[in-house]
């Protein structure tokens, strides 16, 4: 079972700044099987990065993926207000399919 | 519209049983892996269960094995999660999520049941 831990759990930024999340994995994560999700208050997740890098359909290119291994990270470029929010990473290559404990991205 | 539709909030006893059910709407169940992911009040994201596109796998955490069962029924293209011997734990916001096609991960999910256990 991979275990995933998020840092740091929370990050304080202003519009503008540049965010970066890191996701660390227990173990080896095969073929990059690694997701980050967004939620605000009251919403469903919604799905930003399959594959460790590649964007979800409609989601703008100022969030990036990278990573491989065990290490990986979601940047957001320059942080627009509606940005602020949680977000998860996850395993998905073989169940269970685990969530790090989230990110929680807040207005400084 | 290709959406989720998840039932209304329920109200369960300890020891007792409940039934999610999540219908699907502009595609079909039997082309997609389904999963179940809850979420406690003010907690994150717990994965509780899968189902493949055939239904012939099937997955769990290892918190609800032996106590809930996924499923499907392809003809009313619905999904459900059965829950038994209800604990407090499991009170929480349940979704139903769709796996994506081609290495996408969950890329659809449902508005949530919310599942209270208490007696």
């Known amino acids: 079972e991979i275990v995933l831990t998020q840092s740091p759990d929370t990050l304080s930024l202003s519009p503008g700044e540049r965010a970066t999340l890191s996701c660390r994995a227990s173990?080896?994560?095969?073929?990059?099987?690694i997701a980050w999700y967004q939620q605000k208050p009251g919403q469903a997740p919604r799905l930003l990065i399959s594959v460790a890098s590649i964007r979800a359909t409609g989601i703008p290119d100022r969030f990036s993926g990278s990573g491989s291994g065990t290490d990986f990270t979601l940047s957001i470029s320059r942080l627009e207000p509606e940005d602020f929010a949680v977000y998860y990473c996850?395993?998905?290559?073989?169940?269970?399919?685990?969530f790090g404990q989230g990110t929680k991205l807040d207005i400084k | 519209e290709v959406q989720l539709l998840q039932s209304g909030g329920l109200l369960g006893r300890p020891g007792g049983s409940l039934r999610l059910s999540c219908a699907a709407s502009g595609f079909t169940l039997n082309s997609y892996a389904m999963n179940w992911v809850r979420q406690a009040p003010g907690k994150g994201l717990e994965w509780v269960s899968s189902i493949s596109g055939t239904g012939a796998t099937t997955y769990y955490t290892d918190s609800v094995k032996g106590r809930f069962t996924i499923s499907k029924d392809d003809s009313k293209n619905t999904l459900f999660l059965q829950m038994d011997g209800l604990r407090a734990d499991d009170t929480a916001l349940y979704y139903c999520?769709?796996?994506?096609?081609?290495?996408?991960?969950?890329?659809?999910w449902g508005q949530g049941t919310m599942v209270t256990v208490s007696s």
């Open positions: 999520v769709r796996n994506g096609y081609n290495h996408v991960a969950f890329d659809m």
């Open positions: 173990q080896r994560v095969t073929s990059s099987y």
């Open positions: 996850q395993h998905y290559g073989n169940a269970p399919y685990n």
